[in-house]
């Protein structure tokens, strides 16, 4: 079996770190780098935190890349309040990991990326679980990469559910919705894996009991980092009593479509306010043939029970 080749574009906060590992401990995938934005963090300590996770699982060939610092309508970045709140100001839960040997690859995020899409073409698969920001400028510096790429699966939007950050705002999205709406409105082959599915995907302490259990450095790291997550979401969401799996999904999703049912639609991103950040079908488009794959409904018990037992492979190894 032909492995897929995969970039994730992270902004590496706690759920950023479950996708790497999920793509680590998955031999369909061929994890060929990590690209860093802004979003839980700044994005040099997006990449910081990525270097750290990776060394932590065994995973220091697999090289970093700095990605923009801040969104294409704006020239600077904040880190938004509730973003430390869940995430930790660290990112990583305030887990302190041991700090990595390596730093960033001086190739760019976005070069990294075109250069990649020439060489792997279909067989590349990016997964952006951040803002799009890099994803977009890449686009619009290489037109060509929409057709190269095998796909792009990314973690952002609600269609069928409110936002998190306002009625209509996903965070990701909400972050550079310029550069969602551009990525979305390319003729790229994208799969939008949304908080309509990654909500139904918790995770709860009793998982994060069996990764301690296991006795590994790895182990100890991911319980005490998911377990931060877990009361992060107990003080924002009471009921839900576990924590979203929103960037490992779209991993997920990525190397198993039949994962989730989409519709297919042709999308746009509302620019201004006061929807700035919605994502929604485009109608100007209605009649061409359509680009993204909208996920609406999910194997959450197949996906959950595929992700433990993956994971908790990989941490009894490190």
Not at 274 to 294: Q, S, Y
Request: proline content about 4%; hydrophobic content about 45%; some cysteine.
């Amino acid at each position: 079996m032909a492995k897929k080749k995969l970039i994730l574009d992270l902004d590496t906060g706690i759920d950023d770190a479950l996708a790497i590992a999920y793509a680590v401990a998955s031999e369909e995938a061929d994890l060929i780098g990590v690209t860093s934005t802004y979003g839980n963090v700044v994005t040099k300590q997006a990449a910081a935190n990525s270097l750290r996770i990776l060394d932590l699982l065994g995973q220091s060939n697999v090289p970093v890349y700095l990605g923009l610092p801040h969104p294409s309508t704006s020239n600077h970045f904040d880190v938004m309040a509730v973003s430390q709140a869940i995430h930790g100001v660290n990112g990583i839960g305030e887990v302190a990991l041991e700090k990595s040997q390596r730093q960033p690859e001086n190739e760019s995020a976005v070069d990294f990326m075109i250069r990649s899409a020439k060489t792997y073409g279909t067989d590349l698969t990016i997964i952006p679980t951040g803002p799009m920001t890099n994803l977009a400028a890449a686009i619009a510096k290489a037109p060509e990469l929409t057709a190269l790429v095998g796909s792009v699966t990314f973690m952002g939007g609600a269609l069928t559910v409110p936002g998190n950050v306002t009625e209509v705002g996903e965070a990701n999205i909400n972050q550079d919705p310029a550069a969602a709406d551009a990525v979305l409105r390319s003729s790229a082959s994208l799969t939008m894996v949304g908080l309509d599915v990654t909500l139904r995907t918790l995770l709860t302490r009793k998982e994060t009991k069996l990764w301690r259990s296991l006795g590994t450095k790895s182990g100890q790291a991911f319980a005490d980092i998911v377990d931060y997550y877990i009361a992060a979401y107990a003080r924002l969401s009471a009921n839900l009593n576990g924590c979203a799996l929103h960037d490992p999904l779209a991993v997920g999703v990525a190397l198993d479509p039949d994962l989730v049912q989409t519709i297919d639609l042709n999308m746009k991103v509302e620019t201004e306010a006061p929807f700035a950040a919605r994502t929604v079908g485009d109608v100007d488009r209605l009649n061409e043939p359509t680009n993204v794959k909208v996920a609406v409904n999910v194997a959450a018990e197949r996906f959950l029970q595929r992700f433990m037992q993956r994971l908790t492979w990989l941490f009894a190894q490190h």
